[in-house]
């Protein structure tokens, strides 16, 4: 059950949490700070699904870009896709059969969601607002996905 929720606890942590922060400044209201989820990432994804169609594709790809590349954006929605995969496969993975397939996938999607989480912190790194800017969703989507890769290497040695 745990291989089913905590992929999708990343997936919602990545939506719906606020990621990181920008500071903005205007002529009129001065400097103002923004926090962005990860909408801006996997929103389009999202929108896929809801849409019933297969989140794959130019369509439900990130399409902007964060500190002048696409790289974070795309690796974080392969990320998400990932983690949406191993959540159907725990489903399906209850039949005994596949089980092992599982939990190699979960392994793979939880270290893809740290992984995700940590290339945008490095990117964030080369910016003015540094490590200031990384907001809890990002700590609360690297912690589901080390979760998710305890549950996945739980699995493969046998564990329910």
Do not use: K
């Amino acid at each position: 059950m745990t291989r089913i929720l905590l992929p999708l606890a990343i997936v919602a942590a990545m939506y719906f949490g606020p990621l990181f922060a920008e500071t903005t400044s205007g002529s009129a209201t001065g400097s103002a700070e923004t926090l962005r989820t990860g909408e801006i990432f996997i929103g389009n994804m999202i929108g896929c699904l809801v849409e019933l169609r297969m989140p794959v594709g130019e369509a439900c790809s990130y399409a902007g870009e964060f500190h002048d590349s696409s790289m974070v954006g795309h690796v974080v929605n392969w990320a998400a896709l990932a983690a949406l995969a191993a959540a159907l496969l725990g489903i399906i993975g209850l039949l005994p059969v596949i089980g092992r397939l599982t939990s190699i996938i979960t392994v793979l999607a939880g270290l893809g969601a740290v992984g995700a989480m940590g290339l945008m912190t490095l990117t964030l790194l080369g910016t003015d607002d540094g490590l200031g800017a990384i907001r809890w969703g990002t700590y609360l989507t690297a912690g589901a996905g080390l979760l998710t890769v305890i549950a996945g290497l739980g699995g493969m040695r046998g564990a329910r």
